[in-house]
């Protein structure tokens, strides 16, 4: 290798480097501002403010408000899919708790809002859809995973999903109010309902 | 009963049923629009649009958009219940498919708007987490009541809670895409599991 080309190098990385960390600020940005503000109070402006970043360096990055925003949803979804991934191996009760919390946080609620804007705004519908189905398979295959579930037995595909949903509606019971201690309860008993249909 | 006073009231009644009417056909409307459109596209001089009502009798009859709609959810979800309360007796699998088809029409979607747009807007919050408690309570009752569930056993009161989140899960899987194919399948399976869990 050259001299030239190492120089090169040296010179690009960094600047791809800065070019990354301001991506993930304003996906950051932008999921907190979701969660707090819902879609109405969501521009590229407002987060780009929020992440210390000028607005036509967001707009380098993501073009559009639902570029930045559908982008947001998915990149902190996949920081949760992987840390649930890295997780060590635990007993069934523990691993429906963490599935469960993945609906009570700010990734939910800033997706909550998206999904809703989506349901009567054209622009977000298609993407919003398809970025759904995308997470949504791929949080079925990471749950099945975790509870050792064997989908050949029939019924069991469909106990898990039924499960999912109802995290979801948790999920949904905990953005007016802090359902903790309901939940806490639902969770308990609905562990054990689960682990017994579940089997071996 | 002197004539004075019959010939007044035989005035006022049908007055008061002409209110009523403009009443039920503003709730109506409300919940249609924020079904269809989400909060930010309902305003009180939209739903009178719709209902074919002066903007000065609606605001009549709903001093606020706050009153209106959560009015309209709160009417809506009250007639639900009447329904299902006047269900015929059936097996524990038709009660479950009952229960979760509450979740699935424009009155869950209208809720779900209303919900959303109330965690972040100061001035519904309040009244729609005291309107959901009461409409949630009165779900819970009514769920229990026709799946013939003990309350007294130790984990029934959170079985049944459990079912009615993944319930509600369902019907946020419904608000972007026709989910029933999924939706039948999952209520078949837990109807079973619920089936079990309740005993008899």
Known sequence: MGVVSATARSDRYPKQDRSRATRQKLLEAAVACLAEHGWTGSTVTVVAERAGVSRGAAQHHFPTREDLFTAAVEYVAEQRSSA??????QDRRSVVAALVDLYTGPLFRAALHLWVAASHEEQLHARVTELEARVGRETHRIAVELLRADESVPGVRETVQGFLDMA???????VLTDDRARRERV???WAGLL???LGD
Do not use: W
Request: hydrophobic share 40%.
């Open 84 to 89: 649930l991934r890295e997780l060590p191996a």
């Open 195 to 197: 682990d017994g249909a």
């Open 168 to 174: 979801r509606g948790l999920g949904l019971a905990n």
């Open 187 to 189: 969770v308990e008993q």
